[in-house]
């Protein structure tokens, strides 16, 4: 095995017993999206097929250099995990695109940006 292969699983690893992590990146980037956008690189190079109460999942993950630390397919997982926990709450709604390059995109209520996390 190799030694960045490793450091993937085990990143995996720790993000899978962190699971709520996600959530709550999920929940900062997506309380205030208007300001999430404007500080992502990744945001104003997009065409912004997202709402402008929403974040999307590929942003989120650049944000936070997930795809270099995980990769792709783990950090998908990962995200859309959370986001489909934030809606299963009644705290977010969630949004598929089946577009070329699908992506997830994800909405908070107000009631939950302002809230903390709530218990598991």
């Known amino acids: 095995m190799t ?15 962190n699971r709520p992590w996600t959530d709550e990146l999920l929940r900062s980037c997506a309380s205030d999206p208007a300001a999430f956008k404007t500080a992502q690189p990744a ?12 974040v999307c999942a590929t942003a989120v993950a650049k944000s936070d250099g997930l795809f270099e630390s995980m990769g792709r397919d783990q ?30 995109f994800l909405s908070v209520t107000v009631d939950d940006a302002d809230s903390p996390e709530a218990p598991q």
């Open 43 to 54: 945001c104003s190079a997009c065409d912004r097929p997202c709402r402008d109460d929403e």
């Open 75 to 104: 950090t998908y997982h990962l995200l859309a995990a959370g986001m489909k926990r934030l809606r299963a709450r009644g705290t977010a709604t969630l949004r598929n695109a089946d577009r070329q390059r699908p992506n997830a």
């Open 3 to 17: 030694a960045e292969r490793a450091a993937r699983l085990a990143a995996l690893r720790r993000a899978r017993r």
